[in-house]
């Protein structure tokens, strides 16, 4: 694809609902990143993929957040019993994954209210 | 702890003078260090990236340094337009070249005409 899409733009949820969240990253990108982004912080670190398999998830702040990318290219990031605390711009990014390639490409990111 | 410390005030400068944002960091050996642009509700935007055995890029408008003695790289825009208002993020690996960018919390930049 021409780059990183994901869906939904904005979720509003309730406290203790279940939230998918998805990245489609751009076409032979093997690493994907998921980030979450509170107003006027940088992006936090959540996990990131290499292929299908996660290579580091020692961002997701508890065991409520899970993310998969099962066929190495779509990943969903699922939260559940949501917090109002878990607000936030949670954005993907993809890279080659390549040694001497680390510039990440962004999504627009998906825009997280919890009621 | 490891930190990156970039100015959380906002830098407003006149249209067609240099912009000069500063990212600095400490408890780091990085082997490379990221700017990237955000605009409001937007994902980070990939500008340039320097590495530790480079002193200096440039594209365009841009050039970024990079002292490791110091710990500190800048990033400067010249001939600033008011399009250039966003804010710039640097981040950088936690040490020998990790996939996983850690990011500074940015700094806004404003150019007034």
């Known amino acids: 694809?021409?780059?990183?899409?994901?869906?939904?733009?904005?979720?509003?949820?309730?406290?203790?609902?279940?939230?998918?969240?998805?990245?489609?990253?751009?076409?032979?990108?093997?690493?994907?990143?998921?980030?979450?982004?509170?107003?006027?912080?940088?992006?936090?670190?959540?996990?990131?993929?290499?292929?299908?398999?996660?290579?580091?998830?020692?961002?997701?702040?508890?065991?409520?957040?899970?993310?998969?990318?099962?066929?190495?290219?779509?990943?969903?990031?699922?939260?559940?019993?949501?917090?109002?605390?878990?607000?936030?711009?949670?954005?993907?990014?993809?890279?080659?994954?390549?040694?001497?390639?680390?510039?990440?490409?962004?999504?627009?990111?998906?825009?997280?209210?919890?009621l | 702890s490891q930190k990156i410390e970039q100015n959380s005030e906002a830098l407003n400068i006149q249209e067609g003078k240099t912009a000069t944002l500063t990212c600095n960091y400490t408890n780091y050996s990085p082997a490379y260090l990221q700017w990237y642009r955000q605009d409001p509700g937007r994902g980070p935007v990939f500008l340039l990236l320097i590495r530790e055995n480079e002193k200096e890029k440039r594209k365009e408008r841009l050039k970024v340094t990079f002292d490791t003695t110091l710990k500190?790289?800048?990033?400067?825009?010249?001939?600033?337009?008011?399009?250039?208002?966003a804010t710039y993020l640097c981040a950088l690996d936690l040490s020998g070249g990790s996939y996983i960018p850690t990011f500074g919390r940015g700094t806004s930049l404003i150019v007034h005409p």
């Open chain 1, 1 to 114: 694809g021409a780059g990183v899409s994901q869906t939904p733009s904005n979720k509003v949820t309730e406290k203790g609902k279940y939230v998918e969240l998805r990245c489609d990253p751009i076409s032979g990108h093997t690493a994907l990143y998921w980030y979450r982004q509170s107003l006027g912080q940088g992006p936090e670190f959540l996990i990131y993929f290499q292929g299908t398999g996660a290579a580091d998830d020692s961002g997701l702040p508890n065991d409520r957040f899970f993310a998969v990318r099962p066929e190495g290219s779509v990943s969903t990031l699922k939260i559940q019993r949501t917090e109002r605390g878990d607000s936030a711009m949670y954005l993907c990014a993809s890279s080659p994954g390549l040694a001497g390639e680390e510039t990440q490409y962004f999504g627009p990111g998906t825009r997280l209210l919890v």
């Open chain 2, 72 to 85: 500190q790289s800048l990033f400067h825009i010249t001939a600033s337009q008011p399009a250039d208002s």
